[in-house]
């Protein structure tokens, strides 16, 4: 390889000051984020484009990645939002049939700042001990500054706690997803008003594939918005940020549940539900992201094996159901469990037609585990409809 198609070199700089060096993967300068590592063994693309990723710089515990390239199908958005991105090894050229291109000239066309050829195992248990922190990846010139310089760049970026990045994530119009566009043959079954807080593309498809009409709306919406649609439920997506600050989605979700209009929330979602309820959220050590993450069902007893991507969670209790905080909401209950550290998954409500869970059940990428979901929303709305038509005979 000659010098003038060497990459450069590159350094990633952790708050707490442990550096890692190696060299430049996509494009060359300066990236901020927070440092988070993921442990799926497949999915890089779905990953980088899941608005969830908004503001963190990704570290892949998968020593190999870019091996099938990159196509225009896998996309669970319209860009890559991860700020930046840490491999071990990158592919050298891409193979797979439905490749169209390389993932290094993917980050490169989108301008995302990435390192190559660090030790990521290492970088994962830092990150595992000390938990998610500010870091900076700084490649070409801005890797020849200081590192006492690069230091005091990435310890002046905001916090993820406290930021706001739903709205930046969302869309600004309302589209619809219509399921004879995704392979449903018969009648719409129901209509959903589906709050884009940094929704993932498969989510609408695989409410279109039951027969769903989705209208995708901005995370801003009101009330009044999302009734003009006279949706038969209410869907709030996974998204960035921290949940704390989602006080108009939390606002909004309260005017869902006293209207008895059936609600399913995914991640994000799930949080604002919580919050909705009366209980708080905090911030987890180091999150749980990757496609392998083990989950209780604690209804059924069985095991899910569960896509996630989320730093925060609801703090509920977990020893039975209880009465919300915000009681006129009746019972809750935690309905899923995290079996890794015994984090909350999953809220169920008795009174109200609302349940949400803290991963992903569209999985792309991921097990399929979870699928049932989208079925178990459907029934809810089959039952309310039905209920509704028995009050009005």
Request: glycine share 10%; charged share 20%.
């Amino acid at each position: 390889m000659s010098e003038a198609t060497m990459p450069a070199q590159a350094v990633l700089v952790l708050e707490d000051g442990r550096t890692f060096r190696g060299t430049s993967y996509g494009a060359i300068g300066t990236t901020l984020g927070e440092a988070v590592f993921t442990t799926g063994m497949t999915g890089y693309q779905e990953t980088l484009t899941d608005p969830s990723y908004a503001r963190q710089l990704i570290v892949q515990t998968a020593p190999h990645i870019g091996n099938t390239g990159v196509n225009s199908s896998d996309n669970e958005s319209s860009r890559i939002w991860a700020a930046g991105y840490i491999v071990r090894d990158a592919a050298r050229r891409p193979s797979n049939w439905r490749s169209e291109g390389t993932l290094d000239g993917q980050l490169t066309a989108e301008g995302i700042v990435g390192i190559q050829g660090v030790d990521t195992r290492a970088i994962t248990r830092h990150l595992r001990e000390r938990g998610a922190m500010k870091a900076g990846i700084f490649s070409g010139a801005d890797a020849a500054r200081s590192e006492a310089e690069l230091l005091v760049a990435v310890k002046a970026q905001p916090s993820m706690e406290g930021l706001e990045l739903a709205q930046e994530v969302s869309v600004t119009q309302t589209y619809v997803v219509e399921p004879s566009d995704h392979g449903w043959e018969g009648e719409t079954k129901f209509t959903i008003a589906a709050l884009d807080l940094g929704i993932k593309g498969m989510s609408p498809q695989r409410f279109a594939e039951r027969g769903v009409r989705v209208h995708v709306m901005p995370a801003g919406s009101t009330f009044e918005e999302v009734q003009a649609v006279n949706p038969d439920g209410v869907f709030l997506s996974n998204g960035p940020g921290d949940p704390a600050t989602a006080d108009a989605q939390v606002a909004l979700l309260r005017e869902v549940l006293d209207s008895r209009t059936p609600f399913f929330g995914i991640c994000f979602g799930n949080q604002i539900l919580g919050r909705a309820l009366g209980f708080g959220t905090y911030k987890l050590r180091y999150g749980h992201r990757g496609i392998n993450q083990p989950v209780l069902d604690r209804s059924t007893g069985k095991v899910e094996i569960t896509s996630q991507n989320h730093g925060f969670a609801v703090d509920a209790p977990k020893d039975g159901p209880v009465t919300a905080p915000e009681a006129r909401f009746g019972r809750v209950e935690v309905s899923h469990v995290s079996l890794n550290d015994d984090v909350v998954e999953g809220l169920a409500c008795l009174d109200v037609p609302a349940f949400s869970v803290q991963y992903h059940p569209e999985a792309a990428a991921g097990p399929h585990d979870s699928a049932y979901l989208f079925d178990r929303f459907i029934d809810l709305m089959a039952g309310n409809a039905a209920t509704k038509t028995e009050e009005n005979k």
